[in-house]
């Protein structure tokens, strides 16, 4: 595979509509390896959309969504994705909630995904550690052997980062991962994306301001489906268009 | 690893209950061959009938509770399977019957002599060979569930669409059984009996065979379904039926998996169906009604799904209740199964087995007592995921 | 004065068709009087031989022989016409009128006569019929003729279409004299005029017509028939076509009305509502005890007990409905399997309490008598009820379109099947609106078990046989859109009519259903699907 472009992901000029609405049109991103982005905008601007298109579970009608400068992700379904080094956390937790904390983090845990590897795996020393370990990341140690319905939203939240860690994925696309969080929480969530920013590329969608002025990133806007701006926090909150697309014309 | 796997499968509770289903394949053919008629523990033979019937449901609710409880997958036609093995079964022994049916066509079934038929058909080559017909009881339903399951898992068919497909299926099937074209007895369906790998059906010993083979077969399958949940396919099962995308976006191949518990879950209800029709002695379209499907899912809903044991109860005792009601108030049978129908739903929602046993620490809502009991009062809209 | 001046233009035209009536007038009393004796073959020749009398006086005669009523008087031998009054008879002599009344019947014997005869008689009064003051008479005389094989009665036609006034009888005489023509060796170009009539007339009969002269005829006006038989082929093929549009439009109407309250249950607020098709039985048994109350109360009304079994119907479905959705329902919203398991449930706890009611056996629902019969439209036939049904269809289903789009009611159960949350702040009160809804698409059921009273079976299974097919169609045409139900319903019900004669009843079903599991496989939306965030969530 010859690579097209050096970065990690690179979307071009892609579009997708819904029944006429225009809900991405001509959006164009690029992330480098290693890097952490946080992607705000208002509502309705498109950012769900955007993760949807990444990961395979909505189409673009047109445009190139690259992975390593040569996976053509829109050919490509949710698994092969998820498989190719992209997680997803969603907007909403979304953690197995009758089983254990630690059994959500060993389904997640990298490895084959064939049904009769599924069948034969037996939990090796190997495994056990990486969990306990990932558990301690996330600071769920203690309550490993609970059920994951029995945690806390934010908790919740953790659990699910802890599974996007256990995938071991080249590109994390964490989408609005401290609502509903207490202050204290969303402090230690940016602590805990700037660790694991440290080993891999990481997307943040969110509406917290504070929250994305903690992670300290380059910082993307969308308004209505396209790129309004980009750069430090401070430099885009400046720029009139912003203002004008968040307070409404 | 496979030894170990299995052995995966005897831990716990259900080793127990394995074991005493395979006692009970030994002890009820004793109690009813061995013992005098008189005796305190003599088993009558109606009863031995009965109750092997009884254990072909229970597979069939086990089958069910596969995919239903442990994948979230509602299949309101797995009565299809059932009657697709049992059709396999009955065409074997059809063909046994040789030259002793009414017409003593030594090969043509009576019905297509009396269909003026001048020879068999196809696709009843080999069923007069007892090991074809076997496989044929698996590969039949696990076919046409693959077949089935490979559309609609692909193009993500979830929830009560693919229940009402499924419903559909076994309407389609049930309408093109009921042609006499279609080379099964039409109407009649398969039925007259003679015998069963050269034993005839009407004798006890072989009653009692039945019986311990559709015991033996539950066990069999039971342990083997356990091992399954036991291991990491299992936890992907349930996480597919709690969160969908969350398992695909973690790259499981979701489709993959519903299709391989659908089918295998097809070919249990196939081998419930072969044991079933020599017990019963005759296969007829009527297996295939979508009323007969809901019903499984009844017994499995009432016993619990989403564990083992709880389909096994449910079928045995529903279908205990349906055989007293239909001897004592006959008119009350459907009152009885409708309500129980609503009140499972509405105030048993993990069936008798959340009654006994400690489900409850697993679960999220285990505080209030009244809300456990009568989970509607905590209902609300926005809670409850169900596929 | 106007009746009388009717009966002297039938007389004449009468004499004028007969010529020799006087001359013969001697002769008629012995000829009457030979059917008392001999065979059934002697008298078979008396009554060619009265038929060619041309005198109209033998019509009561002959209807009374074709009725069994025509005797002998044993005193004098004399053949009468008899009218049975109580135990005795009063016989009148044909030709003279007078009336002997309150014999035995033992005095009387009678003149037998056979299938053969009877119909002779009946082709052969056509004929008199022909000259009817009355042009209802004339039309049916003009269109029995059409298939009578007596090309002797040719000059007579000729006689009768100078005469004819009315330009339907007309039509009708010429066919027949077409048909004759062709039997008859008349030369080929008058035969290629009689092929073109029949043409024109169309329709089986003259194709089974034209068939069976073809070997008469020379090779020139065979192959005009063969031409002709081609066209009349290739327009039969067309009204079969439309037939079986009609079919399918009718079947359509019926899975319309059958799957349209599910549209609202399940379409537009999600509930799967497995006892809809016994909303559907509900309302056909409100219909049948309408009915059987009104025919004890008022029996003059019974042609209007659909108009009282509507709103009746209405509200028997929609109070169940309603008490279904208070009592079970509302505990299992967002959780559709169980909603399903139970409303199973409810379906049979329904089935049995109405088969304890009324009996496990079907009950009789009359046709009102502006239902019954059809209109022929060219080469259609359309039922009357079947009609009713499809314009009912389409009446419910525009007006249930109004209700949602256009009432303030409509307005909150968009509102609240949209954004639950929102709808309940602003105010409207979501449960209520819950379960208007639900009871309103129980209630348009059982409307519809109103309307399907009246093609089929009133038993307690009524509803199972509608509830698989109310769902292919709601799940085929795309959930939440009514157009969609509307576009299902119909194109199921047409496709489901063309590939009847093709495969089969019961194959064509199966194959329907094939296609939508496949074709829900294919799009698991359906038809009309809703796109974007809110289909996804």
Known sequence: ?249 | ?387 | MFPIRLLLIGALICAALTGQVSAHHEDLQPKIQALAAGSLKDRARTVEALLKTGDSRIIPVLQHLAAGSLYVRKSDGLVVLTHKTGASYDATAPLTGEVTAGLAKRALKKIKANNSLRRRIKKGLSLFALSSPEEDERLAAAQTLLTSKDISILPLLETRLEAEQDEEIRTALLEAKAAMTLQSDASDAEKTAAISILEEMGGRQAMSLLSQVEPLLSKAVKEQVLAAKGRLESERQLWELLQNGWYGLSLGSVLLLASIGLAITFGVMGVINMAHGEMVMIGAYTTYTVQTVIQSVAPGLLEFSLLFALPLAFLAAGSVGFAMERGVIRFLYGRPLETLLATWGISLFLQQAVRTIFGPTNQEVINPSWMSGAIELGGLSLTLNRIWILLFAIAVFAALFLLIKRSHMGLQMRAVTQNRQMASSMGIRTPWVDAFTFALGSGIAGIAGVALSQIGNVSPNLGQTYIIDSFMVVVFGGVGNLWGTLIGALSLGIANKFMEPLAGAVLAKILVLAFIILFIQKRPSGLFALKGRAAQS
């Open chain 2, 1 to 387: 690893m496979i030894s170990r796997f299995l052995f995966k499968g005897l831990q716990g509770k259900i080793g127990w209950v394995a074991g005493a289903i395979l006692l009970l394949s030994v002890l009820v053919p004793f109690c009813n061959l061995m013992l005098p008629e008189s005796h305190l523990l003599y088993v009558p033979d109606y009863a031995v009938s009965l109750f092997g019937k009884y254990l072909t449901y229970a597979l069939l609710a086990l089958a069910l509770d596969l995919v239903w409880g442990y994948c979230g997958i509602l299949s309101l036609g797995h009565g299809a399977f059932f009657a697709l093995g049992g059709y396999a079964m009955g065409m074997y022994l059809m063909r046994q019957i040789g030259p002793r049916g009414v017409y003593g066509d030594p090969i043509l079934p009576d019905f297509m002599v009396f269909l003026n038929w001048s020879e068999l058909p196809w696709y009843w080559w080999g069923f007069d060979q007892f090991w074809f017909a076997a496989l044929m009881t698996l590969l039949v339903p696990g076919a046409l569930a693959f077949v089935f399951g490979w559309f609609a898992f692909r193009s993500r068919v979830t929830g009560v669409y693919l229940s009402i497909i499924t419903q559909a299926l076994t309407f389609a099937l049930l309408l093109a059984f009921f042609r006499n074209d279609m080379g099964f007895g039409g109407n009649n369906g398969l039925t007259d009996f003679k015998d069963i790998l050269g034993y005839s059906l009407q004798t006890g010993t072989t009653r009692a065979g039945l019986f311990a083979a559709s015991a033996i077969a539950l066990a069999v399958c039971l342990m083997l379904s356990s091992a399954l949940i036991r291991s990491r396919l299992g936890k992907v099962l349930i996480a597919i039926r709690e969160s969908e995308s969350r398992a695909r976006f973690l790259g499981y191949r979701v489709e993959h998996v519903k299709l391989f518990v659908f089918v295998l879950s097809a070919m249990m209800a196939g081998l419930a169906g072969a044991l079933y029709v020599p017990q019963v002695g005759i296969i007829n379209p009527g297996e295939f009604a979508p009323a007969n499907s809901i019903e499984v899912v009844i017994w499995t809903a009432i016993g619990g799904r989403g564990t083992l044991i709880g389909p096994l109860l449910g079928a045995i005792s529903v279908n205990l209740g349906k055989s007293w009601f239909t001897a004592a108030l006959p008119d009350y049978w459907l009152f009885a199964l409708g309500a129980l129908f609503v009140a499972v739903t509405l105030f048993l929602p993990r069936g008798l087995m959340g009654l006994f046993s400690g489900y409850s620490t697993k679960s999220g809502k285990s505080g209030n007592p009244l809300t456990r009991w009568l989970p509607f009062l905590a209902s609300d809209r926005t809670g409850g995921k169900d596929q």
């Open chain 1, 1 to 249: 595979m010859i690579p097209l472009t050096s970065s990690l992901l690179y979307l071009d000029d892609v579009h997708v509509a819904f029944d006429g609405f225009k809900a991405i049109n001509g959006l164009s991103l690029i992330i480098e390896p290693g890097e952490m982005r946080a992607i705000i905008g208002p509502n309705g601007a498109g950012k769900t959309t955007m993760l949807d298109i990444i990961t395979g579970k909505t189409k673009p009608d047109s445009g190139d969504v690259l992975f390593e400068g040569g996976l053509d992700l829109t050919e490509k379904d949710e698994t092969e994705i998820a498989l190719a080094g992209i997680g997803r956390k969603f907007q909403k937790p979304t953690v197995f909630e009758s089983q254990t904390v630690r059994e959500n983090i060993e389904l997640a845990l990298a490895g084959s995904r064939n049904i009769l590897a599924s069948i034969l795996y037996q939990e090796g020393e190997e495994d056990y550690e990486r969990i306990t370990q990932i558990l301690e990341t996330i600071r769920l140690d203690h309550r490993a052997e609970e059920l994951a319905a029995d945690l806390s939203h934010g908790q919740k939240q953790w659990l699910e980062i802890g599974m996007l860690l256990a995938q071991d994925p080249k590109l994390l696309l964490v989408d609005e991962p401290v609502a509903g969080m207490t202050d204290a929480e969303t402090v230690e969530t940016a602590k805990l994306l700037r660790d694991i920013a440290r080993t891999r590329s990481v997307i943040v969608v969110e509406h917290d301001m504070s929250f994305i002025r903690d992670l300290d990133v380059k910082v993307t806007v969308l308004a209505e489906g396209s790129v309004l701006a980009e750069g430090s926090l401070d430099h885009v909150s400046q720029q009139p268009e912003v203002i004008e697309s968040y307070l409404g014309r």
